[in-house]
């Protein structure tokens, strides 16, 4: 095995290796009003149960929904071999971070890889040099690798994410937080039997035109006024 890349965000490189993708949490879900928005996974529930249709009369659907508490959903992405890593935790932070990497690194073919590269966003969970040398003291064959600011959609976890958004949080009505965290866990379980590398079409020549584009249509230097 030579290298491996984790999408905590993504990146890929030529010889046979896993590129890892993944973020903490991967949901991001409005809050209340009244109540601080934090990314995770929202339990949200109607405050009237559905009426489903019957004779003459069409089936009612209630649209309003109270909010039930928040977990963090966390999630690494294997990009070349589709390898899905996820969990639930009650909050975001280093730690929950941690124990992610740990779900990664501690099983082949990651333990013995060469080099992993985890590309992750600049979320407080992994932000900066300090998380550059934590990750490489707890495992000297990582390499935590940051997109540029405002880059999510670089990483392919974030497909998965919205995969994740559409199938099985739309609707988003769950009695419980246990409910809902069971849910996700088994959707990602019932994911893993069908999971194919997802077609990255965005190429690094795509990439170059788009930058060439915005260099050559940049704004014109002021006139100086005498």
Do not use: C
Not at 19 to 26: E, G, N, S, V, Y
Not at 50 to 76: H, I, K, S, W
Not at 159 to 174: E, G, H, M, W
């Amino acid at each position: 095995m030579a290298h491996v890349r984790l999408h905590a965000k993504r990146h890929r490189h030529a010889t046979t290796r896993h590129d890892i993708a993944a973020r903490q949490p991967l949901l991001r879900r409005s809050s209340d009003r009244d109540a601080p928005a934090r990314p995770g996974a929202v339990r949200l529930y109607a405050v009237a149960e559905d009426v489903p249709a019957g004779a003459g009369r069409p089936g009612l659907v209630e649209f309003e929904y109270l909010r039930g508490g928040t977990l963090a959903y966390l999630a690494a992405w294997d990009v070349h071999h589709a390898n899905l890593f996820d969990r639930v935790e009650q909050t975001t932070g280093i730690i929950p971070f941690g124990r992610l990497v740990d779900q990664v690194m501690k099983v082949e073919p990651y333990r013995s890889a060469r080099t992993v590269y985890w590309v992750v966003d600049n979320g407080s969970s992994h932000a900066g040099k300090t998380s550059i040398k934590r990750m490489a003291e707890a495992y000297p064959n990582a390499r935590l690798t940051h997109l540029p600011v405002h880059a999510s959609w670089l990483n392919q976890i974030e497909i998965y994410f919205s995969i994740v958004q559409r199938k099985a949080l739309t609707p988003n009505d769950f009695a419980t937080l246990p409910q809902l965290a069971a849910h996700l866990m088994d959707f990602a379980q019932n994911y893993r039997t069908i999971a194919r590398p997802f077609e990255w079409t965005f190429t690094r020549a795509k990439l170059d035109s788009v930058i060439e584009k915005i260099t050559h249509h940049g704004p014109a230097p002021l006139a100086l006024t005498a």
